[in-house]
């Protein structure tokens, strides 16, 4: 059974910075391209960042471009995304999704506000 789970979310005041973790199990992850995505309240799912299964591409949203960063960890079956430089607009659930399917997690809250 796949399992994603997220976790490392929290309250930071603008300006701030946070890393999210995606523990992966249940499928071979070093195979799989990885997203992050993402919802706010009262709006759609919205796409933030992809990485290849080799972790050697990564893609990013246009608004998060410059200051998010993902990797992976295929020896820890982990995915990660570092949140810098936060602004109020990023408040939203933070998903893992394995590539190629519309399996996520259950999400990690991140709330930007001072």
């Known amino acids: 059974e796949v399992q994603l789970v997220e976790s490392g979310g929290g309250l930071v005041q603008p300006g701030g910075s946070l890393r999210l973790s995606c523990a992966a199990s249940?499928?071979?992850?070093?195979?799989?391209?990885m997203n992050w995505v993402r919802q706010a309240p009262g709006k759609e799912l919205e796409w933030v960042s992809t990485?290849?299964?080799?972790?050697?591409?990564?893609y990013y949203a246009n608004s998060v471009k410059g200051r998010f960063a993902i990797s992976r960890d295929n020896a820890k079956n982990t995915l990660y995304l570092q949140l810098n430089s936060l602004k109020t607009e990023d408040t939203a659930r933070y998903y893992c999704?394995?590539?190629?399917?519309?399996?996520r997690g259950q999400g990690t809250q991140v709330t930007v506000s001072s």
């Open positions: 999704k394995q590539g190629g399917s519309n399996r």
């Open positions: 249940g499928f071979t992850f070093g195979h799989y391209d």
């Open positions: 990485i290849t299964s080799d972790g050697i591409s990564t």
